[in-house]
């Protein structure tokens, strides 16, 4: 299983970003997905999921009405638009996906996160 983060970078308050996570190695079409975010000093913290067909998406407060998360099953990829940045968006971003193994036991796996800074 490989999830791989990108579009991070540096950007003002009130800008956009969009990231990406390109997964492979398992069935993308079959499971939910989600973001998180981890900024410095602080746990990480959940910021969206999407569901397997990508009909049904879930946001923490936070992100609500600012983010849009969604997924190109043909491409294998997920994404986060990243709309009205403040700077408490400040964080490393992560891509989820938890997978169901030996029909019983469900296992978590992680991207190498993206660096996503807003400046003031």
């Known amino acids: 299983v490989q999830l791989q983060a990108s579009g991070g970078g540096l950007v003002q308050a009130g800008g956009s970003l969009r990231l990406s996570c390109a997964a492979s190695?398992?069935?993308?079409?079959?499971?939910?997905m989600g973001w998180f975010r981890q900024a410095s000093g602080k746990e990480r913290e959940f910021v969206a999921t999407?569901?397997?067909?990508?009909?049904?998406?879930y946001y923490a407060d936070s992100a609500e009405g600012r983010f849009t998360i969604s997924r190109d099953i043909a491409k294998g990829t997920m994404y986060l638009q990243m709309d009205s940045l403040k700077p408490e968006d400040t964080a490393v971003y992560y891509c989820?996906?938890?997978?169901?193994?030996?029909?019983?036991?469900?296992?978590?796996?992680w991207g190498q996160g993206t660096q996503v800074t807003v400046s003031s």
């Open positions: 989820n996906v938890n997978l169901l193994k030996d029909g019983s036991r469900w296992e978590s796996y």
């Open positions: 190695g398992f069935a993308f079409g079959d499971y939910g």
């Open positions: 999407v569901t397997w067909s990508g009909s049904s998406t």
